[in-house]
């Protein structure tokens, strides 16, 4: 039961992990008590000023709930690609795109250069309302399509990357997460499955292995940036008294 | 001691740390006897709600804890609390 409490944030642990796992080996609770401690770990992470952070405001949240909601639109889109009829790229994609960029630049950018941020979600708003497809510049060669793969692989990990690093996720999760829902599932939809087309033989299939897994990372990327409160670079730092009084 | 936050919102928590004071009252608990003291004044309390509303007390600077060696800090109303009670009962209990 102790091993909820990684869930709350650092500071928070520092100061009363201790004596919440002494009360929970003195009075033991059950899955109800499970549900409670998670309510509070939630809690902990929505009030940093509760441990001497600084509070977050609503606008930190927005691009955790952006990269959130960016990686439960590319999963279903996907998923409906598969379960239902197959489709053409669609703006359920777009969208997602949208959101990402807007989750990274968000996040980068808000106090810093809010302009810009607004300028470039202007023009690719603009680019998707006429009716302009990124991946159509890919032609139809081989040499295009592998160049075209490469350069969306770095794209799409380069921008995971930068949430996650925004999100206060170790080196070590960021590269499972770059792994798990990038690399591996491309590579083996490539090499094993065929093709990525959701018409081509095998091509459904192929497309939940090798796209799926990055709108779920994203999806964690973004809770994680949601409940942490993604902080802008003129944010103050955050500090983490201990807060004990030595009985006198 | 972090300083005092008089920011800082009780919310759903607010009636837990109003039983927290009550069981306080009569002197310091840990907080095992505190989760024992909030139970049987107001039914079933979780850990978690229980240091979540510790937290918002402590922050507030209503309580404060008592350390004694390497034991578990056992709480105590702090004399904030004493000065300024009548104020937060009646803000805690709206």
Known sequence: MSRLLRLYPAAWRERYEAEFIGTLQERPVGPTGSVDIVNGAIDAHLHPELIGGAPHVWTHRLPGLMATAAGLIWSWYYLRIVLAAPEEWGYGVLLAMLLMIFAVLGDYMASYARRIGLAVSALISAAVLAGVQPLSVIGDGMLNFALGAAAALLLSGGMLTLAALRAGIGAGVRWVLIAGGLLVPVTVAISVMGGFGPTDPGGAPAMVVAILPYGIAWTIVGLRMTLRGSMTIHDAPTTAPTSKVAAA | ?94
Not at chain 2, 17 to 42: F, S, T
Not at chain 2, 44 to 56: D, E, K, M, N
């Open chain 2, 1 to 94: 001691m972090p300083t005092e936050a008089t920011h800082v919102a009780f919310g759903r928590f607010g009636e837990t740390a109003m039983w927290i004071l009550v069981a306080l009252a009569p002197g310091p608990l840990r907080a095992a006897r505190m989760l024992d003291e909030v139970r049987r004044l107001d039914g079933q309390v979780g850990p978690g709600a229980l240091f979540g509303a510790v937290a918002r007390l402590e922050r507030r600077g209503l309580i404060e804890p008592l350390v004694i060696g390497d034991r578990q800090p056992a709480y105590r109303l702090s004399m904030r609390w004493h000065g300024d009670s009548a104020d937060y009962r009646e803000g805690l209990a709206r």
